[in-house]
């Protein structure tokens, strides 16, 4: 496992664009940054776009993503002319499951909603972190209660990867305030009820006085709702 406690001596004080920076001179040609098109995630393809930081920003393309999302990724792309790289599910496992089960067997059980999501993003993610030793994310604490009690930076056990989240302590008012200063291209679904946007038949609009997650996988329990993605971590270094 990496020595997180130098790298926190390293990132201490540091804005995101400078640690960001510091990452990327500390891992050359080894780190990487997911991205899913979000608010948070616009704000940091920015970030390393604009300052032209030295980090391959990839994204999960599952095949079920709203018409927005596909067009903020190639506004995205339009704009800071920097390629986005993007991680497909495999065709073999995609369509055994599809042909077992159906398109949208995701709404009949929770190991059927996980299975989805390990074929379309998961096993996809596997992929795209191979060979890389930082991975950098667009996670915030106040997002979903699962994710209060990690830290911006870890250990993530499963995938074998030092993880940095960059705005971690952000508020959604941060954020925003970032992208309107920027003239960050964002997905306008933000602006009709969807602070959270995933795939399109397990996203939905979040009603007045609902969780900031409520709109995923809503026909789960809420302590339910992480895909996987970042459900592992261990060894974590509070700040």
Known sequence: ??????????????????????????????????????????????????????????????????????????????????????????????????????????????????????????EPLHRALKGNQCWITGIRAEQSPNREDMSNLEWDEVNQIIKFHPIFNWTLDDVKAYIKLHNIPYNTLHDRGFPSIGCQPCTRAVQPGEDFRAGRWWWEDQSKKECGLHAVTLNDLKE
């Open 1 to 122: 496992m990496a020595d997180l406690s130098y790298i926190s001596q390293l990132l201490k004080d540091k804005d995101p664009v400078d640690a960001l920076q510091a990452l990327a001179g500390l891992f050359p040609g080894e780190i990487v940054f997911s991205t899913s098109f979000g608010w948070e995630d616009q704000v940091i393809s920015h970030m390393i776009f604009a300052n032209n930081i030295p980090i391959k920003v990839f994204t999960l393309e599952t095949g079920r993503l709203f018409p927005e999302t596909y067009y903020v990724w190639n506004r995205t792309m339009e704009m800071y002319s920097q390629p986005i790289y993007a991680y497909y599910p495999e065709n073999n496992k995609l369509e055994a499951m599809v042909n077992a089960k159906g398109p949208n067997s995701f709404y009949e059980s929770v190991a059927n909603r996980k299975e989805c999501c390990g074929i379309r993003k998961i």
